[in-house]
């Protein structure tokens, strides 16, 4: 069997719906290297299983079990149990276009090793596209949720402030935010080299990709964007976010209390501000100089 060049793993638990149209983006891809599809299931008890039997079909996937231990985990899973020299993490909400796969393998050519992230915009009447997709045929889900049908899409102050860095718009006092784990490649070497993703966020959402990303910057990594593998996340509400992602970037501030990790209340909520953020670390940093 070839081996891969670069396998997408999927983590995903109780999205069927979305699932459905991450993967049918999927089986669009204009890739002309080989790759596989890695769908990590972390406990799902809705209609996952025959959503992945149907992708199979036209897909080179296979599926394995996830720890039911948080994202952090199920990605680890996934990732160890992939054979392309490329990972990328792509969330169970991604829709991406046909030019993805080739636009991440493509970022890697003449260039070194380190991390790429596909820009991702937002949908907030994604609820609207799933239900349309449930009563008919949606051939192009990423050419539907960017045609205008569904509602506008928009972008959210993480990925705002990440393509504002890394275009020179903004100061880039933080590279390593550029590891959001929604849309993100880099080497099967070098994720195994960093460890991984940290396991011990758990189950609680959020950070667990930005400190990745910290520690692979700090170890020499670089990190880029991938403007042809521009993402849409099929948004959908979470009652808790915010509170438990409160509780993680407290972890993440106590393992990492650097400046651009304790400026991160500023960037990371409902309110959050790129400008104000670049401000604050550099406020951090002065302060912590004087």
Known sequence: MTRPAVSVVVPTRDKADSLRLTLAC?????????????????????????????????????TVPGPRAGRAAARNAGAAAARGGLLLFLDDDILLPPSALAAHLSEYTDREPGCVHGPVRELPAARRLLAAAREESVPDPHGAAMGGRFGRTVTNALEALVTSMGTGGLEPVAPWLTCIGANTSMPYGLWERSGGFDESFGTTWGCEDLELGLRL??????????????????????????????????????????PAVRALPELLGPSGNGLRYVTAVRTLEESSRA
Do not use: Y
Request: hydrophobic share 40%; glycine share 8%.
């Open 26 to 62: 999927l089986a669009r891809q204009a890739c002309p290297e080989p790759h596989e599809i890695v769908v990590v299931d972390d406990g799902c008890t809705d209609g996952t299983a025959d959503v992945v039997a149907a992708a199979a079909a036209r897909l080179p996937l296979r």
């Open 217 to 258: 910057w700090s170890s020499g990594a670089g990190m880029r964007l991938a403007p042809g593998a521009p993402g849409v996340h099929l948004t959908h509400e979470r009652a808790d976010r915010w509170e438990q992602h409160t509780i993680n970037l407290a972890r993440f501030t106590e393992k990492h209390p650097v």
